[in-house]
């Protein structure tokens, strides 16, 4: 809302009170813009509220520790009246809350003032239709809170403090901790809108609307058409409506010259990316300035955007200009990428928002519900270059009577990856058994073994996620980022030469964010912009997206222990065999355990899960099953010192197990290799399924890899947190990682997954309030 088109007598006066109703956009009285416009600078706090660790429960139930905990963040100014703002209630947050919560800010005096801060948690009952539960308050002097801090000057327009750990006391007694982080925000006078009175939490009222469809052409970066040769070549649709288009660099253009490959970038149709096109162009802003609107660090995720680039496309007879988005080629040095498309949050569309109408947001939510966005956090939406076990798993194999053809089989496909869990995932993922193939022990001098490459894929990843973790837990205000997404890819085409170094082959490993068509980019100056309700909203989405993050680091970590994590002795394997069935789960048909010592070429008979014989078509004769065992040892140097080479050679006379009407009785058999070791490690892979086969021949070689180091995990987080700075990485090994309470393994119970996944974000968050005092103030290293 301009002011200038309003009058004196059209602007009410506000009224400020302790617990009064949200009003919207923040309103005052046309005299206060006047004062503060005379003013060169106003420097505000701000502070972060981010969770919190109770020592016991608050409801009536004894044992029952599921609560609902919000905070309320109260201003004791030296004078004037009391002010508070709450937070949202963390829903089933229990011992354990988490708001990431960033208040709007108030006016700063000097740290000479006085004030006093005061947090209280309490317990929401019922949705608050029952009184509150007060579990305890934490009281601190501003003064305390910004001790090492300074006031923003020249370029700079924040600083921060410290992640501080206050203790919540009760009736005289501490009832656990809670996190805050204290800010300081310098505005110029010239910043169109209003300032609240400086006796409230106030904010200013910008007219930005993120992403607006409606912005022109010319206030986007242009890219020179003389960079890139004369067309464009369609690469078709990715995961929805925006069509690519494969971009060349010209021999002459200052980009090659700069050493930039012809592939280096992508179009993207802008028809359909608009308010994508926005976002970038709002992060390369950030990008540019001194603090990066407070997102700097996450910056270094995003793809690199070039600007707008206007080129022809088609053939001559039908060629047109179109307007591409021109961004970093994800695919661009890779023989074949294997590149996974996870989109983050459990819920992915929020209606009225960016133009999400109410019947799609429904319908957005039905996929939600139903797919592992609700369970996990995320969900898988797009798998480039599976490996052929995946792609044998057909999702309508059990209705091949009724004749889909191709597109309804790739939308079967696509729902089976969207409900597909991160262990299952990640399995599949860095799956290398049949591809890039494998040239054998006798070449093993000259170049990797698949399996070498999958472990550094798996390891890189590793270090990376754990730093974008820490990378969202130090932005400073919350982001709405909708339906964006994670990419994480490898090259999987092609094997690194022995003499390639370790470092050359992480740079070709992907990890970025991306998708941002209905995302905000929300900087500390426009979040002291919006209303609580719209701060809160901001919060309940941005816990939705680090919930997604942290859920996919632990499975990433917990995935990388259980396979590679460490030297010690596989004890034994067991092979079982099942029957895949698409519209249910699979039948288990027989297993056999083995130990992990060399053997020849060996048939044994299946059993099932009494151990007795498992019998095949009409119980004529047992099912056997063929394999051998070979050992293979790497080259010194290698991050593995060696594996265990388990071939499946096939099974036979296995029983029918399916009997659809108007075919033959059939199965349809895979085999998964579960191996075990002495420290409680155990992983899962799996062969390709054979069609129809009651004698199937995989043929297939699974390999259990022995790591070289006996700590390859705590080697990652150090190696990520030291990124940051070495308190850092002291706090992500602060206890040994390789533990079942912490990394419980595929197929535990529920309730323990849980409690050691809650124990794992409580870690990062202590490495982020250690990184909090490396990286206080306006800038810190960046990473």
């Known amino acids: 809302i301009s002011l200038s088109h309003m009058s004196a007598t059209s602007l009410p006066d506000i009224v400020i009170s302790t617990g009064a109703a949200e009003l919207g956009c923040d309103r005052m009285c046309m005299s206060q813009v006047s004062a503060s416009s005379a003013d060169s600078d106003l420097v505000c706090v701000a502070l972060r509220v981010l969770r919190a660790d109770l020592e016991r429960s608050f409801t009536l139930l004894r044992g029952v520790t599921s609560m609902n905990p919000y905070a309320i963040v109260e201003w004791h100014p030296a004078e004037g009246a009391v002010q508070q703002v709450r937070t949202r209630a963390d829903i089933g947050g229990g011992l354990h809350p988490r708001w990431n919560h960033t208040t709007s800010e108030q006016r700063y005096t000097g740290r000479e003032d006085g004030s006093q801060i005061v947090v209280k948690v309490c317990h929401e009952r019922l949705s608050g239709l029952f009184p509150p539960t007060f579990c305890g308050s934490a009281s601190a002097t501003l003064e305390g809170l910004l001790a090492t801090t300074s006031t923003p000057t020249g370029s700079t327009k924040h600083d921060t403090a410290p992640i501080a750990t206050l203790p919540l006391v009760k009736d005289g007694q501490v009832t656990g901790s809670i996190m805050v982080q204290a800010l300081l925000v310098r505005t110029a006078s010239g910043d169109q809108g209003c300032f609240k009175s400086s006796t409230s939490w106030g904010s200013r009222c910008y007219s930005h609307q993120p992403n607006s469809s409606g912005s022109s052409l010319s206030s986007w970066t242009p890219v020179e058409p003389e960079d890139f040769r004369a067309r464009a070549e369609p690469l078709g649709v990715s995961g929805g409506t925006a069509a690519f288009y494969r971009l060349r660099l010209s021999p002459s253009s200052s980009l090659a010259a700069a050493g930039k490959s012809e592939g280096y970038y992508v179009g993207k149709d802008l028809s359909h990316a608009r308010g994508e096109c926005d976002f970038y162009e709002q992060a390369l802003e950030l990008h540019r300035s001194r603090d990066g609107g407070g997102l700097h660090r996450l910056l270094s995720f995003m793809f690199e955007y070039k600007g707008i680039l206007t080129c022809s496309v088609g053939t001559d007879a039908e060629a047109c200009l179109v307007n ?54 995320f969900r898988l939406e797009g798998f480039d270059s599976p490996p052929p076990a995946l792609e044998s798993m057909d999702p309508l194999l059990d209705l091949a009577v009724l004749g889909m053809g191709p597109a309804a089989r790739k939308k079967a496909f696509r729902i089976m990856l969207q409900r597909m869990s991160a262990q299952e995932m990640l399995r599949h993922f860095f799956d290398v058994h049949q591809v890039p193939a494998d040239f054998g022990d006798d070449q093993l001098a000259t170049c990797w073994a698949p399996i070498e490459l999958a472990e550094l894929a798996h390891h890189e990843v590793l270090c990376r996620l754990t730093v974008l973790a820490l990378a969202c837990r130090l932005t400073l205000v919350p982001q709405k980022w909708i339906g964006s997404s994670v990419a994480l890819g490898f090259d999987c085409g092609t094997l690194p030469a022995r003499g390639e170094s370790e470092d050359a082959v992480r740079r070709h490993i992907r990890v970025n964010i991306f998708d941002w068509g209905r995302s905000e980019l929300n900087t500390l100056e426009r979040h002291m912009a919006l209303s609580r309700n719209e701060q809160n909203d901001r919060t309940l989405f941005w816990g939705y997206y680090l919930e997604g993050i942290d859920r996919l680091l632990w499975s990433t970590l917990r995935s990388y222990w259980h396979r590679f994590g460490g030297s010690a002795r596989w004890q ?10 698409s519209m249910s789960d699979n039948d288990f048909i027989g297993q056999v355990t083995i130990p992990l010592i060399e053997t020849p070429e060996t048939t044994v008979v299946l059993l099932d899960a009494n151990g007795g014989h498992v019998m095949g078509w009409m119980g004529r004769a047992p099912s056997m099953l063929t394999y051998s065992i ?83 995990v705590e080697e990652a987080l150090i190696s990520a947190g030291s990124q940051i700075g070495d308190s850092v990485a002291a706090e992500l090994v602060s206890e040994p990682v390789g533990r079942r309470h912490l990394l419980p393994p595929e197929g535990a119970v529920h309730c323990e997954e849980e409690a050691a996944y809650r124990r794992w974000t409580a870690r990062m968050d202590t490495a982020a309030q250690a990184a909090s005092q490396v990286c206080s103030g306006s800038t810190c290293k960046t990473f």
């Open 572 to 581: 034994y394997a067991r092979i079982v065999v099942y029957d895949f069935d």
């Open 630 to 712: 070979e050992a293979r040892t790497f080259p010194v140097g290698s991050r593995l010192s060696g594996a265990w080479k388990v071939h499946l050679a096939g099974a036979s006379n296995l029983p029918v197990c399916d009997w659809l009407k108007g075919q033959q009785p059939k199965s349809d058999p895979f085999a998964v290799l579960e191996a075990v070791a002495e420290d409680g490690r155990r992983f899962r892979q799996q062969t390709s399924v054979i069609v129809g086969a009651l004698n199937p021949r995989w043929g297939e070689t699974l390999e259990v890899p022995i790591a070289s180091s006996d700590s390859p």
């Open 324 to 377: 591409l988005l021109v961004m970093r080629n994800l695919f661009d040095g890779a023989a074949r990428l294997r590149n996974l498309d996870i989109k983050i949050g459990q819920q992915t569309a929020s209606a009225g928002w960016q133009g999400k109408s109410r019947l799609r947001a429904y319908r957005q939510a039905l996929v939600d519900s139903a797919t592992n966005s609700t369970e996990e956090g």
